[in-house]
């Protein structure tokens, strides 16, 4: 190529330089090579400019796949990472169910883990089959209110129903990652939503009417709930393709009301569905009089440690395809958790004398909950004031359930609730659009605004002068460009401000520091009252579906969940293989000789099977006020072999007059009591 330009400008010199000799007399030379005619220099000039053409070609072809390698790397990486995210949210439900199973007692740790367990299997298939569709399809059912227009309420799609009209390497419109992977990670949070609800009622809910339930609830709160706040025109058929995935169409979503990762769709949700199946269910037996002590707090604290690891990918996955906004949510998820933790230690320190691991637990989880909705909009020193406030609001929460008379016996409303709505509207407060520019912008977002703002003209004017005084041109061209980045900042700015004051538009599109606090607040309580509204009614629904049987009996309740709803038992280590253990009606023979205070009392007028009955009954836990004879008979009451009861202490004569008015009252016989 070089030659060629070598000689074709040694041509034109010699042709420009024959051109205007020509007047004069050429002397003959002798050995001389003829002059290149016309034709020649023309055949050799368009030879180089095909030569040039080729060359420019491949350049471009070269730029090309430059820049198409760069956009399948970055790609890649997007659907790499969210599919990493997609793992770390699944590892989470074993982490709940780690963090659940600690705190019940020991009889009902396999059956509390397994309500956590279970939603893999089963929302995890409807999820596919159904629940994309209801949450992602095109808006099915709309609604204008909330000063919204045609605000969406729930989606569908037949091309989503069982994915069948989606191509595996299908992308989602607007974002560099297929659609399946947002299928999978979007799956997540479906499954772990309804099992964080499993922790209000856990000790005395059947498993078969909960797995009902928990479709029912998918259909009908979390899938609406995630289209009216996550829901965009991704499939909507009637907007241009290259337009698809730019607007929302969910109600919440169209009001500007900010979740990024499951505030008001997972945790508020969920919070409030509990409390609603609180009310509904019942208490616990013995409750609040007999305390239920945890099993094992370490297996709770692992579980604590499983969901803060997970909670990474639960918070910086929903970041999709921005950089700035997962690192966000990173540093905020770890900020607000650490300071929940400690704030809520700090709390117990001053309110009980000493900090606890079920303290540290709940601190811990109330802090990743309260970030979640804000994580993807907020610096790192806000998630740890919208930590120390979840604490505060959780640990009163909590500390209020026994007060209100409701049990929930794990606190998945005292955290996850108050925690959502608490980090709901925190979200308003700290948010801001230098993070997240299709965000909003809460009271300190606008006062940093107008901050910048002020200081942008003496950095635009000293970036002008560098330039200026810039005498190597990549040095130049750099200032430029800055000064460029500069200068769009500030008319971004100016608009924003000028939003703010809106002084041109007459006051019709104000949008205040507050603006976006109104928003959140308003989303927050519709989210509430929607989700439990409709949850009252789905356990309604189930109780009449299964014949009031969501709830277990009493008899199964004493004896243990694992026993009685999966036939085995969660804490067995040993080498034996048999999981039931036969008990005997009768109680064994006291062994210890008389004396001492003991003395034997013999029961007639009554069989003793019947009396067993009676005291077995009275044993067990109840609501009922105790019978007061048997009160004052129980302590002193050690062993009971037919009809004989072997006492200690006491005045023999007082209690056998007890035990003859206890046993003829309960068994409408007439029972008498002597010493033997």
Same mark, same amino acid.
């Given at each position: 190529?070089?030659?060629?330009?070598?000689?074709?400008?040694?041509?034109?010199?010699?042709?420009?330089?024959?051109?205007?000799?020509?007047?004069?007399?050429?002397?003959?030379?002798?050995?001389?090579?003829?002059?290149?005619?016309?034709?020649?220099?023309?055949?050799?000039?368009?030879?180089?400019?095909?030569?040039?053409?080729?060359?420019?070609?491949?350049?471009?072809?070269?730029?090309?796949?430059?820049?198409?390698?760069?956009?399948?790397?970055?790609?890649?990486?997007?659907?790499?990472?969210?599919?990493?995210?997609?793992?770390?949210?699944?590892?989470?439900?074993?982490?709940?169910?780690?963090?659940?199973?600690?705190?019940?007692?020991?009889?009902?740790?396999?059956?509390?883990?397994?309500?956590?367990?279970?939603?893999?299997?089963?929302?995890?298939?409807?999820?596919?089959?159904?629940?994309?569709?209801?949450?992602?399809?095109?808006?099915?059912?709309?609604?204008?209110?909330?000063?919204?227009?045609?605000?969406?309420?729930?989606?569908?799609?037949?091309?989503?129903?069982?994915?069948?009209?989606?191509?595996?390497?299908?992308?989602?419109?607007?974002?560099?990652?297929?659609?399946?992977?947002?299928?999978?990670?979007?799956?997540?949070?479906?499954?772990?939503?309804?099992?964080?609800?499993?922790?209000?009622?856990?000790?005395?809910?059947?498993?078969?009417?909960?797995?009902?339930?928990?479709?029912?609830?998918?259909?009908?709160?979390?899938?609406?709930?995630?289209?009216?706040?996550?829901?965009?025109?991704?499939?909507?058929?009637?907007?241009?393709?290259?337009?698809?995935?730019?607007?929302?169409?969910? +109600?919440?979503? =169209?009001? %500007?009301?900010? /979740?990024?990762?499951?505030?008001?769709? &997972? !945790?508020?949700?969920? @919070?409030? $569905? #509990?409390?609603?199946?609180?009310?509904?269910?019942?208490?616990?037996?013995?409750?609040?009089?007999?305390?239920?002590?945890?099993?094992?707090?370490?297996?709770?604290?692992?579980?604590?440690?499983?969901?803060?690891?997970?909670?990474?990918?639960?918070?910086?996955?929903?970041?999709?395809?921005?950089?700035?906004?997962?690192?966000?949510?990173?540093?905020?998820?770890?900020?607000?958790?650490?300071?929940?933790?400690?704030?809520?230690?700090?709390?117990?320190?001053?309110?009980?004398?000493?900090?606890?691991?079920?303290?540290?637990?709940?601190?811990?989880?109330?802090?990743?909950?309260?970030?979640?909705?804000?994580?993807?909009?907020?610096?790192?020193?806000?998630?740890?004031?919208?930590?120390?406030?979840?604490?505060?609001?959780?640990?009163?929460?909590?500390? +209020?359930?026994? =007060?209100? %008379?409701?049990? /929930?016996?794990?606190?998945?409303?005292? &955290? !996850?609730?108050?925690? @959502?709505? $608490? #980090?709901?509207?925190?979200?308003?407060?700290?948010?801001?659009?230098?993070?997240?520019?299709?965000?909003?912008?809460?009271?300190?977002?606008?006062?940093?605004?107008?901050?910048?703002?002020?200081?942008?003209?003496?950095?635009?004017?000293?970036?002008?002068?560098?330039?200026?005084?810039?005498?190597?041109?990549?040095?130049?061209?750099?200032?430029?460009?800055?000064?460029?980045?500069?200068?769009?900042?500030?008319?971004?700015?100016?608009?924003?401000?000028?939003?703010?004051?809106?002084?041109?538009?007459?006051?019709?599109?104000?949008?205040?520091?507050?603006?976006?606090?109104?928003?959140?607040?308003?989303?927050?309580?519709?989210?509430?009252?929607?989700?439990?509204?409709?949850?009252?009614?789905?356990?309604?629904?189930?109780?009449?579906?299964?014949?009031?049987?969501?709830?277990?009996?009493?008899?199964?309740?004493?004896?243990?969940?694992?026993?009685?709803?999966?036939?085995?038992?969660?804490?067995?280590?040993?080498?034996?293989?048999?999981?039931?253990?036969?008990?005997?009606?009768?109680?064994?023979?006291?062994?210890?000789?008389?004396?001492?205070?003991?003395?034997?009392?013999?029961?007639?007028?009554?069989?003793?099977?019947?009396?067993?009955?009676?005291?077995?009954?009275?044993?067990?836990?109840?609501?009922?006020?105790?019978?007061?004879?048997?009160?004052?008979?129980?302590?002193?009451?050690?062993?009971?072999?037919?009809?004989?009861?072997?006492?200690?202490?006491?005045?023999?004569?007082?209690?056998?007059?007890?035990?003859?008015?206890?046993?003829?009252?309960?068994?409408?016989?007439?029972?008498?009591?002597?010493?033997?």
């Amino acid at each position: 190529m070089r030659t060629r330009w070598f000689l074709v400008s040694a041509l034109l010199i010699t042709f420009s330089f024959i051109e205007t000799n020509s007047a004069r007399a050429e002397a003959p030379k002798t050995n001389s090579a003829p002059a290149p005619s016309v034709s020649e220099l023309k055949h050799a000039l368009e030879a180089t400019q095909a030569d040039l053409a080729a060359t420019k070609k491949s350049l471009a072809e070269a730029t090309s796949t430059a820049d198409s390698a760069t956009t399948t790397g970055k790609e890649r990486g997007d659907t790499a990472w969210m599919l990493t995210a997609s793992a770390f949210v699944m590892f989470m439900i074993p982490g709940l169910a780690l963090f659940y199973g600690g705190m019940v007692r020991r009889k009902n740790v396999l059956a509390t883990m397994m309500h956590s367990m279970a939603a893999l299997a089963v929302v995890g298939v409807y999820w596919i089959a159904v629940g994309y569709s209801l949450a992602f399809g095109p808006s099915l059912m709309k609604v204008s209110i909330l000063g919204v227009e045609k605000g969406g309420l729930v989606g569908w799609s037949w091309d989503l129903f069982f994915l069948k009209g989606i191509a595996f390497d299908q992308k989602l419109p607007g974002y560099d990652i297929p659609v399946y992977a947002h299928v999978i990670f979007q799956g997540m949070f479906a499954i772990i939503a309804p099992a964080l609800i499993s922790g209000a009622v856990a000790e005395r809910i059947r498993f078969w009417p909960y797995c009902l339930f928990l479709i029912l609830w998918v259909t009908f709160v979390y899938c609406p709930l995630a289209h009216m706040v996550w829901a965009f025109d991704w499939f909507d058929t009637s907007v241009l393709a290259a337009k698809r995935g730019t607007s929302a169409i969910g +109600l919440l979503g =169209k009001m %500007g009301a900010l /979740d990024f990762a499951g505030g008001t769709v &997972v !945790h508020i949700a969920a @919070g409030v $569905a #509990g409390l609603a199946c609180c009310l509904v269910l019942g208490k616990r037996l013995g409750y609040p009089k007999q305390v239920a002590h945890p099993n094992s707090m370490v297996l709770t604290l692992l579980g604590a440690g499983l969901l803060w690891f997970g909670w990474f990918g639960f918070n910086g996955g929903s970041a999709v395809n921005s950089t700035a906004q997962a690192v966000s949510a990173f540093a905020a998820t770890q900020a607000a958790a650490a300071a929940a933790g400690l704030g809520w230690m700090l709390i117990e320190w001053l309110h009980k004398g000493k900090p606890t691991a079920l303290g540290l637990a709940s601190g811990i989880v109330a802090g990743l909950v309260a970030v979640t909705p804000a994580s993807g909009f907020v610096y790192a020193w806000a998630g740890i004031f919208i930590g120390l406030a979840a604490a505060g609001a959780c640990y009163l929460g909590v500390a +209020l359930k026994n =007060k209100l %008379g409701y049990d /929930d016996s794990l606190d998945a409303f005292g &955290v !996850h609730g108050v925690g @959502g709505f $608490a #980090g709901a509207i925190l979200t308003g407060v700290f948010a801001t659009t230098a993070i997240a520019p299709a965000g909003g912008d809460g009271p300190f977002a606008y006062s940093y605004h107008r901050s910048r703002l002020e200081a942008l003209p003496a950095l635009i004017e000293k970036t002008k002068k560098e330039s200026l005084e810039a005498l190597d041109a990549d040095v130049k061209a750099d200032k430029e460009s800055t000064l460029a980045a500069l200068e769009k900042e500030k008319a971004t700015l100016e608009e924003k401000i000028a939003k703010q004051d809106d002084t041109a538009n007459s006051g019709k599109d104000k949008k205040s520091a507050m603006s976006q606090i109104y928003i959140q607040f308003k989303a927050a309580v519709f989210a509430l009252v929607f989700a439990l509204v409709l949850s009252l009614g789905l356990v309604y629904l189930t109780q009449a579906i299964t014949r009031s049987n969501f709830k277990t009996d009493t008899r199964s309740e004493s004896e243990g969940l694992d026993r009685t709803e999966h036939g085995e038992v969660g804490f067995d280590f040993s080498a034996a293989t048999e999981s039931v253990t036969v008990v005997s009606a009768e109680p064994r023979p006291a062994s210890v000789p008389r004396g001492n205070g003991r003395f034997d009392l013999e029961l007639t007028g009554a069989s003793a099977r019947e009396l067993m009955k009676v005291w077995s009954d009275l044993c067990q836990p109840s609501d009922k006020p105790a019978d007061p004879d048997f009160l004052a008979v129980y302590p002193h009451v050690t062993t009971i072999r037919g009809t004989t009861f072997r006492c200690r202490g006491g005045d023999p004569a007082e209690v056998a007059k007890r035990l003859e008015a206890l046993f003829t009252r309960h068994t409408g016989k007439g029972v008498s009591a002597a010493k033997v």
